[in-house]
């Protein structure tokens, strides 16, 4: 199963902000500036948004920013739209076993 | 660039299959690649992990053992052999590929379903 916890769901309106939790351990998350984020429409690939807790590759909105505290991380969607209606996973480099541990999952609903 | 899936179905528990993924429009044999599934209204778990080489390989608990992770830099592609499937298993399998130099997932497919019933 998934070993970081995000928060099942978090809605908002059109141009509102919001912001997803991603919580792990201080061997993945807190231990770690390797945290990304993923959007995902169902039967999609899912796309990178954010790399390296704050990073967004060549083409990403700049409506999306990351953050870290602890062994918390955050990802920040800005004047939302209504294509941000996706599914959003966290992913974190891990000193475990697995090196590379995901979330599972927040689905983001525009009202 | 792109990745895709193959090789899903509908198997009993305790049988076999192979599943493959073929990337192009990049130089395949630079890069580290992961399979990762998604169960049933459930999150991403990371499944099996290689190196660009090949030659470190790594799973997840609920699979070792059972799962092979393999890849033919000749063809381009990275396989998971998975055996004495549990109906635990199924899930949709994606093959994703990782950041030359940093730890995230730039390239994903589409992923190829597992069902498993008896």
């Known amino acids: 199963q998934s070993v970081l916890t995000q928060s099942a769901s978090v809605s908002g309106s059109p141009g509102q902000s919001i912001t997803i939790s991603c919580t792990g351990s201080?061997?993945?998350?807190?231990?770690?500036?390797?945290v990304s984020w993923y959007q995902h429409y169902p039967g999609k690939d899912p796309k990178l948004l954010i790399f390296?807790?704050?990073n967004r590759p060549s083409g990403v909105s700049d409506r999306f920013s990351g953050s870290k505290s602890g062994n918390t991380a955050s990802l920040s969607i800005s004047g939302l739209q209504s294509d941000d209606e996706a599914v959003y996973f966290c992913?974190?480099?891990?000193?475990?076993?697995?090196?590379?541990?995901f979330g599972s999952g927040t689905k983001v609903a525009v009202l | 660039v792109q990745l895709m899936e193959s090789g899903g179905g509908s198997v009993q528990p305790g049988g076999s299959l192979r599943l493959s993924c073929v990337a192009s429009g990049f130089t395949f044999s630079y890069y580290e690649m992961m399979w990762v599934r998604q169960a049933p209204g459930k999150g991403l778990e990371s499944v099996a992990y290689?190196?660009?080489?090949?030659?470190?390989?790594i799973y997840a608990d609920s699979v070792k053992g059972r799962f092979t992770i393999s890849r033919d830099d000749s063809a381009n592609s990275v396989h998971l052999q998975i055996s004495s499937l549990r109906v635990e298993d199924a899930a949709i399998y994606f093959c994703?590929?990782?950041?030359?130099?940093?730890?995230?997932?730039?390239?994903w497919g589409r992923g190829t379903v597992v069902s498993v019933s008896s």
């Open positions: 992913s974190s480099y891990s000193s475990d076993n697995m090196p590379y541990l």
């Open positions: 290689t190196s660009a080489s090949g030659a470190t390989t």
């Open positions: 201080n061997t993945d998350v807190g231990g770690h500036n390797s």
């Open positions: 390296d807790v704050s």
């Open positions: 994703t590929r990782k950041m030359l130099f940093d730890p995230a997932f730039d390239i």
